[in-house]
């Protein structure tokens, strides 16, 4: 088992696509928080 480790490329593939999505989601949502905002307002919050 760990002398010839195997990754089936669908596994891969599948990994991928949801590290992709939560990635993009987790951006988002800061973003659109973002540009909701006023920048005097943004910096002022600081």
Known sequence: ???NPEVDIQVAVTALIVLIIS???AGLIP???AVSM???DALRYE
């Open 1 to 3: 088992m760990f002398r």
């Open 23 to 25: 990635g993009v989601v």
């Open 31 to 33: 973003a659109r928080k």
């Open 38 to 40: 006023k920048p005097v």
